[in-house]
């Protein structure tokens, strides 16, 4: 069993006495009866959850799957009213307290009556953490703030409180980084801070909207643990909305499918997994990625697409030799190491899977890859270009030739540009287009190429799910052609419905074209469909590096072996079986 999970289960036995020993009350937690929800808009009313009615039993995680836009989150939300005003409401969400004695119409209480409701009978972990973290505070005082704002004003408790809910949800060094800002976290432990600001009160619903979007397997694992805690030991019910179906298969007992705003299957997990009703819940649980399963793309006619040539004969496009990234320190901290003397190439037409933990180094390597970050030591020579002490004007006829796929699409967007300024913007920085006008019809192009109509290129940022900015994301990536793409995370937030299309398109974009590309993701079934070779990273350092066949299936580091055993099985029986190899393999770690 890990720190995280441990030092949860021991303040789990001091805490959860009365809850355990008493019975739990009959009954559902909480029950949405044919509710809708409208919004109003410039175009009109969009209607994005239409008469869905669905029961959160007591004790019982319950998870929502579905494609992006097909109501999901504001189905989650509507069960704490956190709507916005342009949100018109129909149906009745009943919310019953922890000990069954009353039972209210949360769609009918006032705005102070909801204010003692969240946090302390249910919270909401939210998708994007950047969205809910304010950069200039502490993360300390940000979790404090649920306490304060529910009666505890003790400062000595206060920060006790923080420290031991960061503890639970795997925060390393809590003692210290309970004073540091979100900006010194990496995107992974950003995550579970807010997963820490919800639990932090104990309530008796928890609504996980995409809690492990961010995280590698490791810290997945160890977050999944803790929402089976809260539900065995402090007698919790979570509703976790999530596109992954291992994720799925490893947690829920209840599921519910929705498509469109509309529910279109529920029941128990086994039942929805071996024996699914709906031809649409059949055609998710096919699209879903397994390791082993090699991702193969045809043409009209059905014929393979394959790269032209052998990528191992194709010239190197980035190299690196003796690569250290260093993050200076600040008053008494110490300078930081995020990249620590790596060694490795990129050939032109070759996909270069990167796996490792949140805060191993990967997305800095990306960055300095694109140049943005500087290189503090050793060599790496991007397209010919030696990016070690480089200028950016040796450097900027190179960025044309250079795509990045963002991790986090809300906030590399822009928020005060329509989705086709957004992502016309590097075709017209580089004088491709003269304006977005010129630029309207490719764009519409690219858009439909990742599964996006050509209406969205009017909306903003906020007016689009996570997975629909991903995509939006993608071809913005893609937009130049570029013969180097970094790929930080590209398909995190996608359903796997979605995710499947735009990795069969990445494919072929990649044979076709023949760009080089960094491919890095926490998710090891994806990076096995993808990739000619995996690199392994931990603490800044690349621990195994080799064919993608030979590392998924014979790894040969620790820390490979914990990263794959972490890795949730899209099947109920086996990742069960699965768990307990995990947990075996960390007890033999320890």
């Not at 819940?281 to 397994?290: C, D, E, G, N, S």
Request: glycine share 8%; hydrophobic share 40%; aromatic share 4%.
């Amino acid at each position: 069993m890990s720190d995280a999970i441990a030092a949860a289960a021991g303040s789990a036995a001091a805490t959860s006495a009365a809850a355990t020993s008493a019975a739990t009350p009959s009954g559902d937690l909480a029950d949405v009866k044919n509710l809708s929800v409208s919004f109003m808009t410039d175009a009109g009313s969009i209607k994005a959850v239409d008469k869905v009615s669905l029961r959160i039993p007591r004790r019982t995680i319950v998870g929502v799957v579905g494609e992006s836009g097909s109501g999901k989150s504001v189905t989650a939300r509507s069960i704490i009213k956190l709507l916005p005003e342009t949100a018109t409401t129909s149906g009745a969400v009943m919310l019953s307290n922890r000990d069954g004695s009353k039972e209210l119409d949360v769609l009918k209480l006032s705005g102070e009556e909801l204010r003692r409701v969240r946090g302390s009978e249910a919270a909401m972990v939210f998708q994007e953490p950047n969205s809910v973290l304010n950069p200039v505070y502490t993360i300390g005082w940000q979790i404090e703030e649920g306490l304060r704002a529910h009666g505890l004003k003790d400062k000595k408790e206060l920060r006790a409180k923080a420290i031991d809910i960061l503890k639970k949800v795997g925060i390393p060094d809590a003692e210290t980084r309970v004073d540091y800002y979100p900006h010194q976290f990496s995107g992974g432990q950003k995550q579970r801070i807010v997963i820490a600001m919800a639990l932090v009160l104990n309530p008796g619903l928890i609504l996980a909207d995409e809690p492990t979007t961010a995280l590698d397997v490791t810290v997945q694992a160890e977050i999944l643990d803790l929402l089976r805690l809260a539900r065995d030991e402090f007698g919790a019910s979570v509703l976790i909305i999530t596109h992954n179906m291992g994720v799925i298969a490893d947690v829920a007992d209840q599921v519910v499918v929705m498509y469109r705003g509309h529910v279109v299957e529920q029941g128990d997990v086994e039942q929805i997994f071996y024996h699914p009703r709906e031809a649409y819940t059949q055609r998710l649980l096919a699209a879903v990625p397994r390791i082993g399963q090699k991702l193969v793309v045809r043409d009209v006619e059905g014929r393979p697409i394959e790269r032209r040539t052998d990528w191992r004969t194709e010239p190197i496009a980035v190299k690196a030799k003796g690569l250290t990234i260093t993050y200076p320190g600040h008053l008494t901290q110490p300078d930081f190491v995020a990249v620590d003397g790596v060694d490795f190439e990129i050939h032109r037409s070759e996909v270069l899977g990167l796996v490792g933990e949140s805060g191993s180094g990967k997305s800095t390597t990306g960055r300095a890859i694109a140049g943005l970050q500087r290189v503090s030591g050793g060599s790496l020579n991007v397209l010919g270009v030696e990016m070690n002490g480089v200028r950016e004007r040796q450097f900027k006829a190179k960025r044309a030739d250079i795509g990045f796929v963002f991790q986090d699409p809300g906030s590399s967007f822009n928020p005060l540009m329509t989705i086709a300024e957004n992502v016309a913007e590097p075709l017209i920085v580089h004088h491709k287009y003269s304006s977005v006008a010129d630029a309207k019809d490719y764009v519409g192009d690219l858009l439909e190429m990742v599964q996006l109509p050509r209406a969205y290129m009017t909306r903003f940022p906020h007016e689009l799910s996570g997975g629909q900015r991903q995509r939006a994301s993608l071809a913005r990536g893609l937009a130049l052609k570029p013969s180097l793409l970094i790929a930080d995370e590209p398909t995190s937030a996608l359903d796997v419905s979605v995710q499947a299309k735009v990795l069969e398109l990445f494919k072929k974009l990649q044979a076709e074209i023949g760009f080089a590309c960094l491919f890095i993701t926490h998710d090891l079934a994806v990076v096995d469909m993808l990739a000619d070779r995996i690199m392994v990273m931990h603490k800044g350092k690349i621990v195994e590096h080799g064919d993608a066949d030979d590392i998924m299936r014979h790894p040969q580091n620790p820390y490979t072996q914990k990263l794959l055993a972490s890795l949730p099985v899209p099947d109920p029986r086996e990742q069960r079986l699965h768990r307990e190899h995990l947990h075996e393999l960390l007890a033999a770690q320890a």
